[in-house]
């Protein structure tokens, strides 16, 4: 699932109500432990996709975001609170503190002294320039630049220090530059990229070297990523020996694993699956708010859905509440916004669309929509005939365009249904990826957003693919005027008016059905200690999780 820059969360009392995680049973010490499949310091996990390369700056994928989080070199992680706290960096600027001038314009960094790469060589200021430059650069296939661009010069007054000034204030600048949230940028080693032309096609790209707990040690295509602990890592040596993340990308088997004791932990397991695995003897459930909302994307450069009144009608014909039963088996929070109910910037203010095939048909007979002698209807010689991909091996999504088929059957629309490999559904756009090439007229899948509520990656008018996530195509000027204000200010409460007219206004626009807001379930093993993810980066707080 694709995944943007993470929204930290601020619950209030709905969200406490719903953080009741199970408490992680497990090993006290040696010999302790309850399950005989049982590893010791061997972490195993799936989260039922392949992955279409290791690199962040290229590839838009939460398990690479995840295994980045173990692995890569960032100025910033989150904490068990969803805030930022400093990773390579001293301290996070602010403007109390002097990181950030009075005029937001300038942002200083202080780097920690004597940090190594996970090869053993020396990191940097040189590593974090060199780094900005690769993502500045346009022949590299970054995922996206937004935010970026605002960098007009990076000074280095010496090797522990980095100075960004910016051609006007940024208030998103974490996780932006280097932050661990999402699928940012990690910092990359010039003594392994610095002399190549781009990094699109790096050997580095399959067996990254990074500055994080624990380091690559082999890529074995189709089956596992092994990961092993970093010797180097400024913070010490981790409790875990050795991580693998095993490539299952269908469901059942990964449930079948899991009682078959070959898989400790599930991340974010399917909501088909949320009663079987809380039978599974040998493992426990965690459910926690998640930043993650399942929607409906249209491709607004086809025709068959460019109409907005056709979007609408689609909406008003998608019962929710009976996907969030049916096919999430209660597991998530109905909502209309693309910032969750989590974010500080979510907009209590949009109502929830109700379902309404009735109005659903007025709707379109109004616009000109009529049925033909088959049923499905069309105008201007264009039918409402569409084709729906998904990923493959997800049985709830399965049952989700079933659903949806029906539904929008008796509006009168037609519905083709593909399947791809995760792999090539979330590739990039340069690699032929089926969500960023535009390749679809409707897809269902996964966001995950930004930690102040910013959704410009997956709707502004300049990071349409191949130049960023935008892969519904979707260009409101107005909107992006918007999120240019919402991202020049440093103060939440002066940006919340931008906010809720962006929602609003997305709302009214229709590039998506937001059909709910997640809960992130996960597997277990009873044996697994101190595993405590939050609702942004589960796996930035792993020195002393053990098994």
């Not at 519905?415 to 995760?422: D, E, T, W």
Request: glycine share 8%; hydrophobic share 40%; with cysteine.
């Amino acid at each position: 699932m694709p995944r943007i820059l993470s929204r930290a969360l601020a619950l209030g009392a709905v969200a406490l109500a719903l953080a009741g995680c199970t408490k992680v049973g497990g090993a006290g010490s040696e010999g302790l432990r309850r399950n005989a499949f049982t590893r010791p310091h061997v972490l195993r996990w799936s989260d039922n996709e392949d992955v279409a390369g290791l690199n962040p700056h290229i590839v838009s994928q939460a398990n690479v975001s995840w295994l980045s989080e173990l692995t890569m070199a960032y100025l910033a992680r989150y904490d068990r609170k969803n805030e930022p706290v400093p990773e390579l960096a001293t301290e996070i600027p602010t403007q109390r503190n002097g990181g950030i001038s009075a005029d937001g314009k300038t942002i200083t960094f202080h780097l920690r002294r004597g940090v190594k790469w996970s090869d053993g060589k020396p990191f940097d200021a040189d590593d974090v320039a060199f780094s900005i430059g690769v993502v500045l650069n346009p022949r590299n296939n970054e995922i996206g630049r937004d935010g970026w661009n605002l960098i007009a010069k990076v000074d280095e007054p010496d090797k522990q220090t980095v100075v960004l000034h910016l051609k006007k204030p940024y208030g998103l600048y974490l996780p932006t530059f280097f932050g661990t949230a999402g699928v940012n940028p990690c910092i990359l080693p010039k003594h392994i990229l610095g002399g190549l032309a781009t990094i699109n096609d790096a050997p580095y790209n399959s067996l990254p070297v990074g500055i994080g707990p624990f380091r690559y040690k082999e890529w074995r295509r189709g089956d596992a990523i092994v990961l092993e602990a970093n010797p180097y890592y400024w913070r010490g040596r981790p409790k875990l020996d050795q991580i693998v993340f095993k490539i299952i990308p269908d469901a059942n088997t990964v449930f079948t694993q899991l009682g078959s004791g070959d898989l400790d932990l599930w991340v974010q397991v399917r909501s088909t699956f949320a009663e079987r695995i809380g039978k599974l003897p040998g493992f426990v459930v965690q459910r926690r708010p998640s930043t993650f909302y399942d929607h409906i994307d249209f491709n607004l450069k086809r025709a068959v859905v460019a109409d907005p009144a056709v979007r609408q009608a689609l909406r008003l014909a998608t019962d929710r509440r009976a996907l969030l039963q049916e096919a999430n088996h209660g597991v998530g929070l109905l909502s209309e916004s693309a910032v969750p109910i989590a974010s500080p910037a979510y907009d209590k203010r949009l109502a929830l669309v109700p379902f309404d095939l009735a109005k659903a048909n007025a709707l379109l007979d109004a616009d000109g929509w009529k049925r033909g002698p088959d049923g499905v209807r069309a105008k201007n010689g264009v039918r409402l005939a569409l084709e729906f991909t998904l990923g493959s091996g997800a049985p709830d999504l399965d049952t989700r365009v079933e659903l949806v088929r029906a539904w929008w059957k008796q509006i009168g629309v037609a519905l083709s249904v593909k399947h791809y490999l995760p792999s090539l559904y979330f590739a990039p756009y340069a690699e032929g990826g089926i969500l960023f090439g535009g390749k679809y007229d409707a897809a269902t899948f996964a966001w995950g957003g930004d930690v102040s509520g910013d959704v410009s990656a997956e709707f502004e008018c300049t990071l349409i693919p191949p130049n960023g996530e935008n892969n519904t195509r979707y260009c409101n000027r107005a909107v992006d005027a918007a999120m240019e204000r919402f991202k020049g200010l440093y103060d939440p409460a002066q940006r919340q008016p931008y906010a809720d007219f962006i929602q609003e206004t997305i709302f009214k626009d229709a590039p998506t059905i937001v059909l709910d807001d997640r809960e992130d379930l996960y597997a277990v093993n009873a044996d697994l200690k101190n595993f405590r993810p939050n609702a942004v980066t589960p796996f930035d707080d792993f020195m002393d999780v053990d098994i």
